[in-house]
């Protein structure tokens, strides 16, 4: 069993930055890649980027590209998301995964956060 607790949420101001990150905790190399998704109301949960165990692969969804980054602390077993130039198109719930593998859709990855709520102004 992996356990995920995603923290450093809030509301910020567009073109501000924020830190996102997710304590893990049980199991975790059989379950080796990480990853971040997020949700709006009403939307479908969208992928947002991926590592793998190693911190040397990486994966982002287009619209996120140049501004977000994504790395791991395996010593810590926290994985982290550097958010820049927010948009309010960011405002959603983000989660963090574990899987044996990386993905773009929800159901290639085995754990879940309870998430973490992103709000960004206008």
């Known amino acids: 069993q992996v356990q995920l607790v995603e923290s450093g949420g809030g509301l910020v101001q567009a073109g501000g930055s924020l830190r996102l990150s997710c304590a893990a905790s049980?199991?975790?190399?059989?379950?080796?890649?990480m990853g971040w998704f997020r949700q709006a109301p009403g939307k479908e949960r969208e992928f947002v980027a991926a590592?793998?165990?190693?911190?040397?692969?990486?994966l982002y969804v287009d619209s996120v590209k140049g501004r977000f980054t994504i790395s791991r602390d395996n010593f810590k077993n926290t994985l982290y998301l550097q958010m820049t130039s927010l948009r309010p198109e960011d405002t959603a719930v983000y989660y963090c995964?574990?899987?044996?593998?990386?993905?773009?859709?929800?159901?290639?990855?085995?754990?879940w956060g309870q998430g973490t709520q992103v709000t960004v102004s206008s």
């Open positions: 049980g199991r975790t190399v059989r379950e080796p890649g």
């Open positions: 995964a574990a899987g044996p593998v990386l993905g773009t859709t929800p159901s290639r990855w085995t754990y």
């Open positions: 590592i793998s165990w190693s911190g040397g692969g990486t």
